[in-house]
């Protein structure tokens, strides 16, 4: 375990002589034993022991240390005030912080001073805006199994229902799924891609992706008792909102965690040593006090979604990675170049974040889908409506988050005030959507609750521009509350008088120069220059002697000024009790302040969708019904561009794809760099953005809604990654035998080039066979193979399309237009020459081709591909020349014996060899066969 975490050791034998203080934070360790507790003392947070030279070396913050008689301490600490960036750097390090704050005022005790966390912050858990990604969710995961940890209440039919619930804390959204198939499960999350997640027992880690936090966790709270009973305290009957036993444990589970985030009294270490729950007894928190669940309850949890992985197009981990919807594929990548990038536009955090949800979880049902066409459409068309939505979404804030802060009293008078501007602009926004035709946007317009009463309240209760503090006044507008009014009445009278003081004991004393003014230590006095004191009056008392004057008070002005005080610190608290009740009373509508933000979010990610359809030419596809059988094929793309590619290259060549019940598997073959992955990936992209409700750049589109896209991109294009690159392959292509349907799109993009030519070629045909037969999937299968366009005339439903490429003046021009057929042939070593390959180089390959040719074979050499993969990756070109021999057949032609070549060359291991170590191979092999 980490010495960072858990109770200092260098203090665990002396427990009960620590100071009052140490003693507080040795016990606030063993309680957050997970995380790196941060212990206000004052304006600093500090940290003791072992975890301060943590946070010292990770922080880059001076270690100093503290000493008592107990013993001297390393301490190290950070400004309460400058928290937040310390915080996201230990987030980044890999550890959670639990902060302890203070929580009394040190003036208000006489002994130690209590403290408290408040808040448990982890990956999953921020809340924090400065620490969250605006147009994105940052979601937390709980994974749970049907009766894994007891078995009186596991009475279930199918005990392996693995769940999943997912929340993100700082927007309130609830998500929960289950699935039998573990693979669904992991799809699931990844395509959520929590930051944080909690495995219950029977969850494996495997489940997760890399670079999310796995954090284990009380496992008392995926009993099922205490977990239903957590959902049904938030959302009512679990039964009737849940579908599996596991998701009320995965949902139950995940509330717990999100209570103890924001310091609730189930700490995992405290409930560890909680003798076991009973089952019947729903009660199982009495003992914690009402208090403590009050305040840790998140009321704006306010809807819990269950939904089926069935309901949206599925596209898995690899799938998302390698259509590079979220992330560039290449380390180095830009942002912008990926699918949200391009569609992007949106105004608002809102409608950012609905945008990706949407990106997320494509549509199937076409009525669905349509309703979204149509409103796109709609603005499409409407260039000013459009323009001036986004002008009035942009001037929104982020409603989710700002109610979340709201109901989690984190909210100040800024906050509120914030919420109010927003909730002005909703009329204008509603009026422009009057005129709607589509279904969407009369929605919208109907749902479109400017909150009136609210936006009523914040105008009459809070100032304009009010300040950060919300202890120290100076937040509620007059004429709000009567009371406030009377005590700011009184302190102003007072002042006035003060005021008004000097005239009059001018006018009284006949001394011209006396004045009346302030200290914060002394208060108001009277102050007479030396030369005038003989005529101050009776009733002046004296306060302080200056130089050249003396300064008094008077009975009546001290009177006046306790006035002033007592008026203004009763005016203060008074305050505070009014921004509270307004902010309890705004976060009582926390229900129509989430709807708002959904129907805003909505119109902002339609506006987008428009905006970019306008913007880059894109056409409405047309959907076309189901159908009833598991068969789909019916995908037509005229004039088809990849939307992000075609941003990048100065002149994006449109093409044509065509799918129908006879069409069923495209080979696709053709020299590297002409266009074929780019072709696959623009087709997937295409389907993928039309169900999003998304137009699609093309000329015309047809499509039949898909269940599925998988995609798989050949090992040796994909190097990284500890697993042996071609397992990984089998591994990828093993699930989508098993997993495709009739119903699914399959781009396979040169597989099995990861092990030899014969075994990758034979792979490869057995499992395009596989797909054509067996599965019926819809699928694009590129190859520079071009024996596998052989393929095409055995299989019914398969057809060949190819790229050519051109010569001009002896270089490769590339025209990326597909073609029917099959390639002729490749291009692999005026690409070479292109990318700068040496002369000597490129006419040794010239003569190796020349000398294969004449042996009259057919099957290539895979050597040289892999050689140029790396020039590829590497920033440059590659090649795929037809170079090789055949050596079974060759042995026709005499000569040294061959069959030694072949097995030579079977024995390779190309994912492992430099392009200089290939062709060096290569030219070896040759030399041996013309001996
Ligand atoms: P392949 O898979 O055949 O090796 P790619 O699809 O990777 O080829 O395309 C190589 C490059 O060619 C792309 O990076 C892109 O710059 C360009 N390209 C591909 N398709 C087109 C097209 N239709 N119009 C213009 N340029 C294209
Ligand atoms: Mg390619």
């Known amino acids: 375990m980490d010495p960072a975490l858990g109770p200092p050791d260098a203090m665990a034998d002396k427990r009960e002589e620590l100071t009052p203080m140490m003693r507080q934070y040795f016990d606030l360790c ?6 790196i507790v941060l212990f206000q003392v004052g304006d600093f947070y500090e940290s ?21 008689s107990t013993g001297e301490y390393p301490m190290a600490g950070i400004p309460v005030d400058s928290a937040a960036s310390y915080i996201e750097e230990l987030l980044e390090a890999g550890y959670r912080v639990a902060v302890a704050d203070q929580i009394e005022e040190p003036a208000e005790t006489s002994g130690v001073v209590e403290r408290a966390v408040t808040r448990v912050i982890t990956p999953g858990t921020l809340t924090e805006d400065e620490l969250l990604a605006s147009d994105d969710n940052n979601f937390v995961a709980a994974i749970a199994r049907d009766g894994a940890n007891e078995t009186e209440s596991g009475d279930t039919d199918d005990p392996d229902t693995l769940a999943l619930a997912l929340l993100d804390v700082s927007t309130g959204d ?23 997640a909690v495995l219950g027992p029977g969850a494996s880690r495997e489940l997760v992706p890399q670079g999310c936090m796995v954090t284990p966790y009380d496992e008392t709270t995926f009993e099922y008792d205490r977990a239903a009973e957590r959902v049904r305290e938030y959302f009512g009957d679990p039964d009737a909102l849940l579908a599996s036993e596991a998701e009320i444990r995965a949902c139950g589970a995940l509330l717990s965690y999100a209570e103890y985030a924001r310091g609730g009294a189930s700490g995992p270490s405290e409930s560890e040593s909680e003798s076991d729950t009973d089952g019947d007894d729903t009660d199982t928190d009495a003992d914690a006090t009402a208090a403590e669940i009050d305040s840790t309850r998140l009321e704006y949890l306010t809807h819990l979604r269950r939904y089926d992985p069935r309901e949206y197009l599925l596209l898995d981990a690899v799938a998302l990675r390698s259509l590079e919807l979220f992330e560039p594929r290449t380390v180095h990548g830009r942002e912008e170049a990926t699918l949200v990038g391009v569609l992007d536009e949106t105004a608002s955090a809102l409608g950012g974040r609905k945008l990706r949800d949407w990106l997320r979880r494509p549509l199937l049902e076409p009525a669905e889908i349509e309703a979204r066409h149509d409103a796109v459409e709609e603005l499409t068309r409407a260039v000013q409506t459009r323009e001036r939505l986004h002008d009035q979404l942009s001037g929104i804030y982020d409603l989710e988050r700002l109610i979340g802060r709201i109901s989690r009293e984190r909210a100040n008078a ?34 479109l609750d400017p909150l009136a009463d609210v936006r009523e309240l914040l105008e009459r209760s809070i100032v304009e521009d009010p300040p950060v503090e919300i202890t120290e006044g100076g937040i509620i507008a007059e004429g709000y509350d009567d009371d406030l009014d009377r005590l700011r009445e009184t302190a102003r009278d007072g002042k006035q008088w003060i005021d008004d003081l000097e005239d009059r004991e001018r006018e009284r004393t006949g001394i011209g120069s006396l004045k ?6 002394h208060g108001y006095y009277i102050e007479v220059t030396n030369p005038n004191l003989e005529a101050v009056p009776e009733n002046y008392e004296r306060r302080q002697t200056l130089k050249n004057s003396e300064r008094f008070v008077t009975p009546e002005l001290r009177e006046r000024e306790d006035e002033i005080v007592r008026a203004e610190g009763r005016a203060d608290e008074r305050e505070y009790d009014i921004f509270c009740e307004v902010r309890r009373q705004v976060a009582d509508e926390v229900e129509r302040v989430q709807a708002l933000a959904e129907a805003l979010a909505t119109l902002d990610a339609l506006v987008s969708l428009a905006t970019v359809a306008a913007q880059y030419d894109y056409c409405r596809p047309e959907i076309l019904e189901r159908g009833l059988e598991r068969q789909c094929h019916d995908l037509a793309i005229e004039g088809g561009r990849h939307p992000v590619v075609e941003r990048t290259q100065e002149s994006f060549v449109p093409n044509d794809a065509r799918f129908d019940e006879d069409r069923r598997l495209a080979v696709i073959t053709g020299p590297n760099m002409s266009g074929k992955s780019t072709y696959m990936r623009q087709v997937a992209l295409i389907v993928l953005m039309a169900q999003v409700g998304s137009f699609v750049p093309a000329r015309s589109a047809t499509i039949a809604p898909l269940d599925r896209i998988f995609t798989r991109v050949g090992a040796s294009d994909d190097i ?24 699914s799109l399959v781009l396979l993009d040169e597989v099995g080039r990861g092990t030899s030519t014969a075994d990758g070629l034979a792979i490869a045909q057995a499992i395009a066979e596989h797909l054509h037969d067996e599965v019926g999937a819809t699928t694009l299968f590129a190859t520079h193979h071009h024996p596998l366009t052989e393929l095409a005339d055995d299989l019914e439903r398969a057809f060949t399309l190819h790229f050519e490429a051109g010569q001009e003046e002896g270089e490769v021009v590339f025209h990326h237009e597909i073609e029917p057929g099959a390639a002729e042939g490749s291009y692999g070593i005026e690409v070479a020459t292109a990318a700068g390959v040496p002369d000597d180089v490129v006419e040794r390959s010239r003569e190796l081709v020349a000398v294969n040719a004449a042996t009259e074979v057919d099957v290539e050499v895979e050597a040289e591909d892999a050689a140029f993969d790396d020039l590829e990756s590497s920033g440059t070109v590659e090649t795929g020349a037809g170079v090789g021999t055949r050596a079974e057949t060759a042995t026709a032609d ?11 060359l079977r024995a390779l291991d190309l994912a492992h060899l430099t392009p200089v170590e290939a062709l060096t191979e290569l030219d070896r092999l040759k030399r041996l066969l013309e001996k």
């Open 894 to 904: 005499g000569g040294d014996d061959p069959t030694d070549v072949a097995a030579e």
């Open 720 to 743: 990284a990654g500890g697993r042996s690159t071609f397992m990984v392959e089998m591994d990828e292509l093993a699930t989508i035998l098993r997993e495709a349907d009739g119903r």
């Open 414 to 447: 800024r906050d509120l005030r914030s919420l109010q501007n927003t909730l002005a602009l909703v009329p204008d926004v509603r009026d422009l959507l009057a005129d709607a035709e589509s279904d969407r946007l009369q929605e919208l317009y109907d749902t």
């Open 30 to 35: 063993t309680r957050y034993d997970n995380a």
């Open 516 to 521: 009346v003014g302030y200290t914060s230590v």
């Open 48 to 68: 003791f022991c072992d975890a301060a030279e943590r946070c010292a070396r990770v922080l880059e913050i001076t270690l100093t240390s503290r000493e008592d």
């Open 174 to 196: 609830f998500l929960a799924t289950s699935s039998t198939s573990r693979e669904t499960v992991a799809d699931e999350v990844s395509r959520f891609a929590p930051s944080e």
